[in-house]
């Protein structure tokens, strides 16, 4: 009988623990294959010359990918653009690609985890134009069970989030 009052308060102490760990023990191989999935299924959608914006079609089909703040962000900055057309109102690069035109390969590198995130480093392979090299770091984490990108670094540029912030505020919008 003292065993299970015992068991009781101890399951009572550890099931929140135990509920909370679901989202933490993420590995570094899931989170460079979560990015590497993306980057195969939007390259080629990318590379298409049919006037689809390759960044809506990913926010519309995988929007889930996205956490809220970025996705919300991102689908403002388009809105933005398609109010203005002829005119750059709004991001005036791939933010997924860190570029205006498809620039071959690209391949998940090296993953740095950071405060239970995860940045992994996204190299592109274009043979014709140069050595392999990190061109955007895609931030992800792991929520609920999902894999959702949380911000994507450009090595000379900043970040998303802080460049729609900025664009935003430029705006006055």
Do not use: C
Request: proline share 5%.
């Amino acid at each position: 009988m003292k065993t299970m009052k015992w068991i009781s308060i101890l399951f009572v102490f550890i099931s929140p623990l135990l509920v909370m760990a679901g989202d933490v023990p993420a590995s570094t191989d899931a989170a460079k294959n979560f990015v590497q999935d993306f980057y195969d299924w939007y390259v080629p959608l990318s590379a298409k010359s049919d006037g689809t914006q390759p960044d809506m079609v990913a926010l519309n089909q995988k929007g889930q990918s996205f956490d809220h703040e970025l996705g919300r962000a991102l689908r403002a900055d388009l809105a933005r653009q398609a109010r203005t057309p002829g005119e750059i109102v709004g991001i005036d690069f791939d933010p997924f690609l860190n570029a205006q035109d498809l620039t071959g390969q690209y391949v998940a590198g090296a993953v740095h985890p950071i405060h239970g995130r995860f940045r992994v480093d996204v190299w592109s392979r274009d043979v014709a134009n140069g050595p392999d090299k990190v061109v955007v770091i895609a931030e992800v984490v792991r929520r609920h069970g999902t894999w959702q990108f949380t911000n994507f670094y450009y090595p000379k540029n900043g970040n998303l989030k802080s460049i729609l912030r900025a664009q935003k505020n430029d705006l006055g919008r």
